[in-house]
């Protein structure tokens, strides 16, 4: 099991004290990256909220890529399985 590292991260101007495994540092600070630039890009369009507001608003679009995405990725993971499984077929088909 790896190891759990203690990285601080920025979100929203809050500091946080949080451990990742090491393999997980890099993809934590680009997700931290995209939040603190959607508060930015949040904050830009509806002026004078509080940080508060701009971050329930990143968390909810950040939650709808999520469920947004998901099928997509399946089908395409589902279209690079069916591709490798033709190619071996061919192989067999080939063999014989």
């Given at each position: 099991?790896?190891s ?36 930015i ?56």
């Open positions: 099991m790896d759990l590292i203690p990285i601080n991260i920025v979100i929203g101007d809050r500091s946080y004290r949080i451990k990742v495994a090491a393999v997980d540092e890099e993809a934590v600070r680009k997700t931290v990256k995209q939040i603190n630039d959607k508060i890009e949040f904050k830009t369009g509806f002026a004078g909220k509080d940080m508060q507001d701009y971050v329930a608003m990143v968390l909810v679009w950040y939650a709808s890529q999520v469920t947004q995405q998901t099928p997509a990725a399946q089908q395409i993971e589902l279209l690079e399985l069916q591709q490798e499984l033709n190619k071996l077929e061919q192989r067999v088909k080939d063999a014989l």
